[in-house]
């Protein structure tokens, strides 16, 4: 037979603990969360640098702490977790089912479902990066996991392509860790990482961000002895000429996060092909009632701050329609329009009638804009007007949209997120 | 001294290998990879070609032929995956109709079964994404895929059970005769043997001139691959071709055995033997030249490239024969394609050579069977919570990408010519090949591998032997 939970959360890290504890304060009774790993905590566990939590906590932690800070939450509440088990499969009526060693293979039927499982790295192969394809290729994560958490160097000679936050992170790690770090390369004309995170990471150990630059071959038959890197043009190919060589035992890729919707994908859950997260209304319900998402399996975080806000959310959406079945039967909603530099925004529609008195908007924009505004619409009437120095696709934007506008705006066909020269 | 000795534990040598088990001989397998399949036989197209291209009378086209007849109660045998989906060789080009009928006309010469032209109607209900240019196509319905690590490694496996001795890490660095035979120098010492087969691969031309007046000369010819993700390994249903070419058979689209979409290969003669790079020229052809059959490939998905190096001869066969001024030495060479779906049939051949002159007998106690590593995927609910049960490992994940347990990984490492490195992992398991491409797993394979194989620890793990090692030091030992 197979055990009944009020919510069961998939991935017990950042996103997971603080749905899970922000479902019981809303009053869900039995709450469970699958973690496929050793810990709870998830990636955070391998961050151990700090700069985690100045939103929340007003505080400067390390990803552990900070983890540890939502850890004592479940365990406070008492919520129950199951470590090292796996979802092998999902169901739109959200039957579960899950795998250990202890448990075996087990069904689990839940009346709430949140998806929490965050994302992944793009590999090599994501990118065709021509060359061979020795040993010492490894995406910065999992350098992170052996630097951090097992106390391994997976090189001496570093040269990293592609400028996102783990990247950068691991470009000052692997310098304080003993190995020489000659470059980061990035293909765009602009980083994909936090400002800060440049200067701290990059900027205050020399060493040099090569923009609008990639891999173009990649030597040695057994382990990397070397890479090619080259100048790109506006469309991405390299240009003859403007290769440089660089010795080296070890390249790091961080090209990229891509949401871990495998499962999401399996159970029907309608997917963005921007975010290649689910599609989400105001409450953080995907297309399949019952079934919620947050954090980086919705889309990418730069600030593990914003996941713990946004888990909240999703986790009083889940016990709201548990409690009281609310929005079931209700799917359609006002559609959320990201136009003029918006890529998208999350989430992508709204139910006036379930949206708190404010809903935040994020979204990320598709180029680097200096001195634009940030605008919203309400149907055809301009709520929100932001002006904005600099925006870049390396930080998450947002909106807050007021409850009473939009109930105000009467039937409305629409809400735009755009950016605007004046 | 030894019977046999076969240098190469590629596909070939491993088929000759596992055949010449049958016999009461004793047997010799020196490959100086670490592992068995790792040369030519881990990269290529993993087709079991139906053998409508070689021209009549040749080695090529009659154990094509064979070898394709052989393949689906070898792969029950040895428990590796085989699925006889068919392949069709696609005319793009109303004025070249011709060449499909010169090919069918060619595969019913060299005995192939079932072939037959269907039109384009017939075609795109076939395939919905075949090309909007295809006017026609050669189907060849006995055409399959199979997985050609696990073929290898099975025929690999299957011999050692039955005797075979391989010795890996070995290379062969002079062959001297003897009397009554050859003396082989290695890495790691001689060994005298009656007989050799030299399945050196694209290096057999090497082994060759080390006894033979009569030079052989090996071109490698390289070709780029795409793999996909599953996602899109149901684009194509069957193995698409295009017309072949004066360098082989072109560009193929062909989903794999175990469901990912594999396009590729280009054909450039190279110089280094070794030379498995890809290049940004290669994969651009790649593209290019897939989608003259193929509409809409889905290149987003693409999650690894590759290239392999076919062993090209200037005689455009197999050469399989006694040396003529080196009696007792066997070349097995010049195997490029159709040699993954031919090797079944070499090894008979080769096998059968030997036993007529050595007079061998059969052995009574020759295992035929051999079961490969337990996909838990293929148990019930129910048997998979037994297996569980018995053995906690199976209930553990390691590979989230392709959901290999560490059950899986521990069959892998401990049985017969187990792996040893993260390839050797991967290639018997899947355990890597997945999405990710090991982002993942990889450390949590290289502790198991550190924590089950005597005298390995995390420092001495590597990618596929040698200098690949995948951790140089622990943190701040430099500092």
């Not at chain 1, 020795?134 to 097992?150: H, K, S």
């Not at chain 2, 079991?48 to 021209?55: I, K, P, T």
Request: proline share 4%.
């Amino acid at each position: 037979m197979a055990e009944k939970y009020d919510i069961v959360i998939i991935g017990g890290g950042p996103a997971g603990l603080a749905a899970a504890a922000a479902a019981y304060d809303a009053g869900a009774g039995k709450i469970l969360i699958l973690e496929r790993d050793r810990m709870l905590g998830g990636i955070l566990n391998q961050c151990i640098h700090n700069g985690f939590g100045l939103h929340t906590f007003n505080e400067e932690l390390t990803g552990p702490e900070y983890a540890d800070r939502f850890i004592r939450k479940v365990e406070e509440r008492k919520i129950e977790y199951k470590l090292n088990t796996m979802v092998m499969n999902m169901t739109a009526d959200r039957t579960i089912t899950a795998m250990n060693r202890e448990d075996g293979m087990f069904d689990i039927e839940a009346g709430a479902v949140i998806l929490a499982m965050g994302c992944r790295e793009r590999p090599r192969g994501a990118l065709n990066i021509p060359g061979y394809r020795p040993a010492g290729i490894f995406t910065a994560g999992t350098a992170q996991r052996l630097v951090n958490m097992e106390g391994f160097m997976p090189g001496r000679e570093v040269v990293i392509l592609g400028s996102g936050d783990i990247g950068l992170i691991m470009a000052r790690r692997m310098t304080l860790e003993g190995a020489k770090v000659k470059v980061v390369a990035e293909l765009m004309p602009y980083s994909g990482g936090l400002k800060r995170n440049i200067v701290q990471c990059l900027d205050d150990f020399g060493i040099p961000l090569k923009l609008s630059t990639t891999v173009v071959d990649i030597e040695g038959k057994e382990r990397v002895e070397g890479v090619t890197l080259a100048k790109v043009d506006g469309s991405g190919k390299p240009i003859p000429g403007t290769e440089e060589h660089y010795t080296c035992d070890t390249l790091l890729l961080s090209v990229g996060l891509i949401p871990e919707n495998d499962l999401s994908r399996q159970m029907g859950v309608e997917m963005s092909p921007v975010t290649r997260g689910p599609v989400v209304n105001e409450s953080l319900e995907t297309n399949l009632p019952g079934v919620f998402a947050c954090g980086n399996v919705l889309h990418v975080h730069d600030l593990v701050d914003f996941v713990s806000e946004e888990a909240g959310i999703a986790g009083r959406n889940a016990a709201e329609y548990v409690k009281t079945g609310r929005g079931a039967g209700k799917e359609s909603g006002i559609p959320v329009i990201a136009k003029d530099g918006v890529r998208y925004t999350v989430p992508s529609s709204i139910r006036p009638e379930f949206m708190n008195d404010r809903l935040v908007i994020r979204f990320r924009v598709g180029g680097v804009y200096r001195n634009c505004y940030i605008s919203a619409y309400i149907g055809s009437e301009r709520k929100i007007h932001k002006k904005c120095r600099i925006v870049a696709p390396g930080e998450m934007q947002q909106v807050i949209l007021q409850k009473k506008d939009i109930e105000a705006a009467g039937s409305v066909e629409n809400v735009t997120v755009c950016l605007e020269q004046e | 001294m030894v019977d046999v000795t076969i240098i190469g534990a590629g596909v070939s040598g491993s088929a000759v290998a596992r055949e010449l088990s049958r016999y009461k001989v004793s047997i010799c397998v020196l490959e100086k990879g670490e592992d068995v399949c790792s040369g030519t036989s881990k990269a290529n197209s993993a087709i079991a070609h139906a053998g409508y291209d070689a021209r009549p009378g040749t080695l090529m086209a009659k154990l094509n032929v064979e070898g394709n007849r052989m393949m689906e109660t070898l792969s029950k045998e040895l428990d590796f995956p085989f699925l006889k989906i068919g392949s069709l060789v696609v005319c793009t080009d109303s004025e070249e109709k011709e060449k499909l009928n010169d090919l069918l006309e060619r595969g019913r010469q060299n005995g192939v079964e079932g072939l037959r032209i269907v039109e384009r109607e017939e075609l795109v209900r076939m395939e919905p994404n075949i090309s909007d240019q295809a006017c026609a196509a050669l189907y060849a319905p006995t055409a399959g895929i199979v997985c050609p690590f696990m073929m290898n490694i099975a025929m690999a496996e299957n011999a050692a059970v039955n005797g075979a001795d391989f010795h890996l890490n070995t290379e062969v660095t002079g062959i001297r005769r003897i009397r009554g035979g050859y003396a082989v120098e290695t890495n790691h010492g001689e060994i005298e043997t009656r007989y050799i087969v030299n399945a050196a691969g694209v290096h057999a031309d090497e082994i060759h001139n080390m006894v033979s007046a009569d030079k052989m000369h090996i071109i490698p010819r390289r070709g780029e691959y795409l793999l996909l993700d599953k996602s899109a390994g149901n684009h194509v249903h069957s193995t698409i071709f295009m017309l072949p070419g004066k360098m082989g058979k072109g560009v193929l689209v062909t989903p794999t055995a175990h469901g990912n979409l594999l396009v590729g290969p280009t054909a450039v003669n190279i110089e280094d033997k070794e030379g498995t790079n890809t290049t940004r020229e290669g994969l651009a052809e790649v593209l290019a030249k897939s989608s003259q059959t193929v509409k809409n490939i889905p290149y987003r998905e693409v999650i690894t490239s590759f290239a392999g190096l076919r062993a090209f001869e200037e005689r455009d066969d197999f050469i399989i024969e006694e040396v003529a001024d080196a009696p007792q030495f066997i070349d097995c060479a010049g195997i490029e394609s159709p040699g993954l779906t031919s090797s079944p049939a070499i090894g008979v051949m080769i096998a059968e050579m030997i036993r007529d002159k050595m007079g061998l007998e059969k052995k009574e106690n020759f295992i035929a069977k051999r079961k490969g590593i337990l996909d838990p995927k293929k148990l019930s609910k129910e048997e998979r919570r037994e297996l569980i049960k018995k053995h906690p490992a199976y209930g553990n994940i390691i590979c989230r990408c392709e959901m290999i347990t560490e059950g899986e990984i521990l069959d892998a490492i401990h049985r017969p010519l187990g792996a040893r490195s993260l390839d050797g992992v991967k290639r018997r398991t899947r355990a890597g090949m997945g999405r990710c491409q090991s982002g993942f797993c990889s450390p949590r394979v290289m502790e198991i591998l550190a924590r089950e194989v005597p005298d390995m620890t995390m420092m001495d793990v590597t990618k596929c032997g040698g200098d690949s090692k995948l951790i140089v030091g622990e943190i701040k030992d430099r500092l």
